[in-house]
Structures are given as C-alpha cells and as structure tokens.
C-alpha cells in the first residue's frame, strides 16, 4: 500500500477530524470528577518498531481553560514540556504523540491530528514540545503530569512501577498486550470521567458485579468508539428469518436500490447475491462492499470470485487485513459484522453470512438465523458512520481489491462459482413480516459499546420481567481458559440471563447442536448442565436445551438473538468473550410488541423442534353457553368443562371466533388420552378486564383418576400469551387445566396443542 505524503496525510486528518470526533471524541464532550486537568489516555506498548507512536492524552474538565505553559508530561526520569501560551480549553482534550508523522501513518487516533510531538519535529504543522523525549516502558511505569512548579496534577501507574509516591493509592493498572490503549472510565449513568486515583479508575467494567476479576472492555489502536444512541420513530420494520425468507427480503432489498449499496459482511460466497449487486451496479447504483481479509479459515475463492465480480462491473471492494511484516495491523480479530445500508434510508442486519446456507436460494435448506431490515433514516445514518469508519483507507489495515494482488486480489482463472442450490426437508412457514407502527432501536456495536452496563444488551435482558429467550449457536459456559470456570471468568451475558429468572422472568435457552465437544469445559453441553443445574438447585423457571436440527429440518443454528419482552436483539455477536471484546461486531435492539412477538413465534417453534402437533384444539367446534359441569364435543375429541363454558363474546380473548373460558375453581379437562406428549402449548389471557385468575395445568397417566401438577400456577395477563411446557411422558396421558382465584374470575384459554417426541 502506497503511503501518502506527510503533508497530504496531515491536510487529510485536519479535513476531516470534525466529521470523526462523534466516534473518537477522546473525552471532548465529557466532563470528570477531577478538580483539574487529567491524563486521560496512555498508549504506551504500540505494535510499531521502536515504537514512536506512543501517546498521551489530557483532558480539561473544568469550566475554563487552563493554561499549560511550562506544564510537563512523562516519566519520573525524562519530561516534555507545553510551549509558552498553550490553553487547553473547558472539555477539550489534547493529543500528545511520540512522532506525528507514523502517528497520522498509522492513524492512531482515527481521524484525529495530534496536538503536539514531543521527539523530532517531523510534521511541521504539529506543535513540538520542549525538554526531553519521555520512552514509556512497555511492563511498566509512571505517567505524570505536573505544573510549572513541579507539583504533581495527575499521574497514572501501570505494570510492574514500583512507584509509592504522592497522587495515587493502592495497585497498579494491569498491563495488556501491544497495541492496547490505556482510556480512562466514563460513569455510563452521568458521562462523567472517573477520577479516584486508583486503577479503577482505567480498568474497564470493574463496577460490573458480574465481571469482578476479569478485564473486559480494552481498548486497540485506532479503534472507533461509538456512543450508544436510541432512535424513536414511527415507521417500518421487517422482520424476517433464515432459510425461510432471507434470500427474498435480501434480493428484494438489494434490487430497491437506486443511489448506493454499502455492504459489510463477515463471508460472502452466494454466487445469486454477488449477481443482484452486479444487476445494481449495472443501473448505476454505488455498491461498496467490506469483508474480513482474514476470516476463520482464511480468505477463499469464493469470495475473490465475489469480489472481482463487483470490482469488473464497477464496484468497489475493501478488506479489512493483517500483515505485521508491513505495520498491517488489524483493529479488530475480525470483522465478523453483517449489514448492509440501502440509499442511506434503509438498514439490514442479520446473523448470517451471505453464503448458501446463510442465505438459501431454496428455503427448505439452510441455517436457522434471525434478520431485520430498518426504514429510518437515522438509523441508517448512525451504521453509516460506522461503515465509513471501517472502510476509510488511511487506516493501514484496510486493502483495497486489486486484480494481480497475490492476497487480495482475483481467483485463479479456472476458478469456477458453486451454483448449485442445496435443497433439505425444511418447511418453511415464516414469510417475513413489514411492520408499521412506533419504534425505539438502539444499534449495538462491538466493541464500543457490546458491554455496557446500564444500556445495550445487558440493559434488554436485565429489564426483562416476563420471559427471556436465547437462541444462540454457542454460548460459553464461561469465559477465559478451560480451566477457569463462572466463578472467576463469567459469561456476562449468560450470567445476566440466569439473574433475570431469579427475578421471576420465565427464561429458555436454545444452544446450537452443532460442533459439540463435552471434554470442552465451555460446551454447549457444558453450558446447559450450568444453567439446569442452577434452575434446579434455585427452583427457577429456566431451561436450557440444544437445538433439534434434524427435526426442524435446518442445518444447524447460526443465530445470535434474544427475545425479552417487547424487545428484541439482531445479533452477529456470539456469546463469547472475544465477539464482544475483539471483533467488530453488528447489532440492533428493537424495542416493539408486534416485532418481537413475530421471533418469539420462531423461537417457540424451534424450541419444540419443529414437531407439529398431533392434539390440536382451537375450541372452534362444539359449543357450551353455560358454566354448569358438562362434557363438550370438540374437534379433537370430548372436553369436561367444569364452570366453564365457549366464549365468543367481544371480552373473550380469542384467535379465531371462540375461546374457552375458565372461571375461578373451575377447569377443563380431556375425556381422552394422548398416546405420548412431549410439549404442550396454549394461549391464555384474562377475560375482559379481569386481573386476578391463575391457571395450574395437571396431567393424568391413568384416565383421569388422580392428577399430578404439571406446572407452578401462574397468573395470566391482558393479551393472549403462549405458554410451552415441557411434559416427557412417553405413555398415554391426558391435561387439566384448572383457574383459581377470587370469585368470578376469569381465563380465557386457546389453541391449546400437543407435541410428541
């Protein structure tokens, strides 16, 4: 990669740093608990030779400016020192860099130009300090700001420094690995900078009482650092999953296009894609398309077949690489996001990679994922940032496609595409679904901002009362080596999961049944024998199982969802560590009934593993107009209402004409038996405006003569609500469904099914 002119590098930078800081702002906007100027950021162990890339940060959280002359920055033994007349103004946060010139090389701090160098002069337009050139040591030493005077205004120890001076209190800062940057903490509740003088003050989610002993958030060279943001509009949303529908909705979409397609994906293999994004270009639309240059496997044919096919017709392809020997170094392990941005009003993001089984030409194969598409303009606007960022060339990991590169460039001449189409026996039934009505979604990016506490997604989960569901492809048991476990290094997600069952939310935990290796202490497997166990030892309503791939009829699960509530999460972020913590990673939080009632659907289907029901009753047959105990004909067989009756009145809650209606201490029960039952389901709600009913299901395995309890009672709620229970009888049973609760009370009950094994 040619590397531009300093001058021309530095013109560059200061074009365009105000259109960056709302990514990189380095604290500009933020104030401290600091009654004076503060370090705060220290790039110290960087990943260029020798490194003259080191840099400091200062930050004003005063209301006034502050004078800097004669103020000096660096180590116990060596000091830079402000030039007469420098101010550092109320918010405003100065770059002080070792030598601008591999600093803007490198663009280290995204966008932004260095305030002063402290080595050589080598960028004429960078301010150089006077004093010395501070080196800052790599396992260890001591920052230090002082004033004229000498005296002590800030200092930060990291590593192996022995220092026990004046200025801070008890253990050093942990030390990382090269191309970490020291960033001090925000209080997530007030934007406020944390200033204790004490490490807690840079270790990052040490307050999480999830995550006491483990450093999560770190933060890389130039990467970005995007705020948390919620949109509240009124407008359209589409739901839609793979392999139903995801080819249609991603087609479609692509061939709405009229001004441009920006395009980031993991994998991009599809053949049938890469050719409606050819057709685009074709019509005079902007395609730019960004994939991971060093993907799981390394980069395949497949896509530098894609990628040449776009290039030829007019596109434009990026990667995103790693190559030390060339100072290549990559912000992030991977790019493992999965968006696209039509015409800069439009936002998809998915689970899956654009690959035939991500994407299936025919729905009746492929993998089980989750996607959504946003018509809002700000929305897409706020991903926008986020693809221009990654996709800005001055960053030196980002290569561009080129015919005759030996990496990056086209596939060998006899390279032929793999048009063939699987096929499998999964039977679609979830068409995708617009939605139009209010909204709140919140884009979730990783790193920046996949480990907040307050919001994103532990905010969703721990917010959740009613039900929690996870589907997801893994889930670590627990994060760090084998050998650790939850006690030391919890899965912060999971762990927030399992808290919202102990707060009486009803949780269900899907894992993928792919890839299972039980001697891995962080298993699938594994995880589900952690969250059961502690369902049983705690009496939860929690249950954790993998997923029947078979049975449904899908390749395996891909996703990486959760559905809590009115809410639901987008995901290309696996559950762990590192997806959160390394990856650039894409989400969203959708905030909306109707929208997460469709993926609960989904879920409940997967979750029984796709097995229809041989015992259906919709109560659309037969009628009882009375709640005298009497015996009722029903579609699937006779029913025994006892105070209950068929409802068809406008305060029934029903799917269709009818329902049936409970009144307190009274039941409906099956004159029949089920050859087998290992699930089942129904639908329940107060009738009218009726609060205080509770609903207990039994089941018999001798004809009715005696009842066990199936389930805890619980109380239903204003809107019909599904309700799955797992029942594991492999005989001949039958269901009672009984309501208690003061006088006059009333449940309606509908769709009420029986699963087999």
């Known amino acids: 990669m040619q590397k531009k002119s300093i001058l021309m590098s530095m013109l560059l930078v200061l074009a365009v740093t105000l259109s960056f800081l709302t990514h990189f702002d380095g604290g500009n906007n933020a104030k401290a608990d600091a009654n004076s100027v503060i370090i705060s950021e220290v790039y110290y162990d960087t990943q260029v030779s020798y490194e003259p890339d080191e840099y400091v940060a200062i930050h004003n959280p005063l209301s006034e400016a502050v004078d800097l002359s004669g103020w000096q920055i660096g180590e116990i033994g060596?000091?830079?020192v402000f030039p007469d007349g420098t101010l550092i103004e109320s918010g405003e946060?100065?770059?002080?860099?070792?030598?601008?010139?591999?600093?803007?090389?490198q663009n280290i701090l995204n966008g932004i130009a260095p305030d002063f160098e402290y080595s050589d002069n080598t960028v004429d337009e960078v301010p150089n300090m006077e004093g010395d050139a501070p080196r800052f040591a790599n396992n260890g030493d001591e920052v230090l700001l002082r004033d004229p005077d000498h005296n002590l205004v800030d200092i930060v120890i990291y590593g192996e420094s022995d220092y026990d001076g004046d200025g801070w209190t008890g253990d050093s800062i942990p030390t990382g690995s090269s191309g970490d940057v020291l960033v001090r903490?925000?209080?997530?509740?007030?934007?406020?900078?944390?200033?204790?003088?004490?490490?807690?003050?840079?270790?990052?989610?040490?307050?999480?009482?999830?995550?006491?002993?483990?450093?999560?958030?770190?933060?890389?060279?130039a990467q970005s650092r995007f705020d948390l943001e919620r949109f509240e509009f009124t407008g359209s949303v589409t739901a839609y999953t793979s392999p139903d529908s995801s080819y249609e909705v991603l087609s479609t979409l692509i061939d709405s296009a009229m001004v441009s397609i920006d395009l980031s994906v993991y994998q991009m293999h599809s053949p049938y894609l890469t050719e409606h994004l050819v057709d685009a270009l074709e019509r005079g639309v902007e395609v730019r398309a960004h994939f991971d240059g060093g993907p799981v496997g390394g980069l395949t044919d497949e896509t530098r077949w894609v990628s040449q096919q776009l290039y030829e017709a007019g596109g434009q392809v990026r990667y995103i690489t790693l190559d030390r020997d060339e100072d290549r170094h990559k912000r992030y392990r991977w790019d493992h996001s999965k968006y696209a941005i039509i015409d800069e009003e439009k936002l998809l993001v998915q689970s899956?990679?654009?690959?035939?089984?991500?994407?299936?030409?025919?729905n009746s194969a492929g993998n089980r994922g989750y996607g959504v598409v946003i018509e809002n303009e700000d929305v897409a606007q706020y991903y926008l940032d986020v693809f221009e960022t990654d996709w800005d060339d001055r960053f030196p990991d980002v290569v561009a496609h080129s015919p005759n590169h030996d990496v990056y460039g086209n596939p060998p001449e006899d390279f032929d595409p793999d048009y063939s189409i699987p096929t499998g026996n999964y039977e679609a039934q979830f068409e995708s679904k617009t939605i139009d009505g209010d909204f709140v979604v919140t884009p979730v990016i990783a790193p920046d901002t996949s480990f907040l506490i307050e919001d994103s997604i532990l905010g969703m989960i721990n917010s959740a009362s009613d039900y929690v569901y996870v589907d997801q492809m893994y889930s670590h048991a627990h994060w760090g080596a084998q050998d650790d476990g939850p006690e030391t290094h919890p899965n912060i997600y999971m762990e927030e999961v399992i808290d919202a069952g102990r707060n009486g939310a009803t949780v269900r935990f899907l894992l993928g049944d792919s890839w299972l290796d039980?001697?891995?202490?962080?298993?699938?497997?594994?995880?589900?024998?952690?969250?059961?166990?502690?369902?049983?030892?705690?009496?939860?309503?929690?249950?954790?199982?993998?997923?029947?791939?078979?049975?449904?009829g899908i390749d395996k699960t891909h996703n990486k969802a959760?559905?809590?509530?009115?809410?639901?999460?987008?995901?290309?972020?696996?559950?762990?560590?590192?997806?959160?913590?390394?990856?650039?990673?894409?989400?969203?939080?959708?905030?909306?009934?109707?929208?997460?009632?469709?993926?609960?659907?989904?879920?409940?289907?997967?979750?029984?593993?796709?097995?229809?029901?041989?015992?259906?009753?919709?109560?659309?047959?037969?009628?009882?107009?009375?709640?005298?105990?009497?015996?009722?004909?029903?579609?699937?067989?006779?029913?025994?209402?006892?105070?209950?009756?068929?409802?068809?009145?406008?305060?029934?809650?029903?799917?269709?004409?009818?329902?049936?209606?409970?009144?307190?201490?009274?039941?409906?029960?099956?004159?029949?038996?089920?050859?087998?039952?290992?699930?089942?389901?129904?639908y329940h709600?107060?009738?009218g405006s009726?609060?205080?009913g509770e609903i207990t299901v039994y089941k018999s395995t001798d004809e009715g003569n005696s009842w066990i309890e199936l389930s805890e009672t619980f109380k239903s709620q204003y809107d019909l609500e599904r309700v799955i229970l797992t029942v594991d009888e492999p005989n001949d049973v039958r269901f009672k469904i009984e309501v208690t609760g003061p006088s006059g009370e009333r449940i309606n009950i509908d769709d009420f099914e029986i699963m087999g094994y």
């Not at 406020?192 to 990052?204: E, G, I, K, R």
């Not at 899956?352 to 025919?362: A, F, I």
């Open 690 to 692: 009726d609060t205080e």
């Open 562 to 682: 959760v559905v809590a509530d009115d809410q639901v999460l987008i995901s290309s972020i696996n559950w762990s560590k590192n997806s959160g913590k390394n990856n650039r990673e894409a989400a969203v939080i959708i905030e909306n009934e109707e929208v997460a009632n469709f993926y609960k659907e989904v879920f409940e289907h997967d979750w029984v593993g796709g097995n229809p029901s041989f015992v259906y009753e919709d109560f659309e047959d037969g009628w009882k107009s009375s709640y005298s105990a009497g015996d009722v004909e029903l579609q699937s067989g006779s029913w025994h209402f006892d105070n209950a009756l068929t409802g068809s009145h406008s305060s029934d809650k029903k799917i269709g004409d009818r329902s049936a209606r409970i009144r307190s201490n009274g039941s409906i029960s099956m004159n029949y038996d089920a050859p087998e039952a290992q699930y089942i389901s129904f």
């Open 352 to 362: 899956e990679n654009w690959k035939r089984t991500g994407v299936p030409v025919d």
């Open 78 to 80: 060596t000091k830079a």
């Open 93 to 105: 946060t100065l770059y002080i860099v070792r030598e601008a010139n591999v600093a803007l090389e």
């Open 518 to 552: 039980p001697d891995n202490s962080r298993d699938n497997t594994n995880t589900i024998s952690y969250l059961n166990d502690i369902s049983d030892d705690e009496n939860l309503d929690l249950e954790a199982k993998l997923v029947d791939s078979s049975s449904i």
């Open 185 to 221: 903490n925000t209080n997530e509740k007030t934007g406020v900078l944390v200033d204790t003088d004490t490490y807690n003050d840079w270790v990052s989610l040490k307050g999480n009482p999830l995550a006491e002993s483990d450093e999560l958030r770190t933060y890389k060279q």
């Open 685 to 687: 709600a107060n009738f």
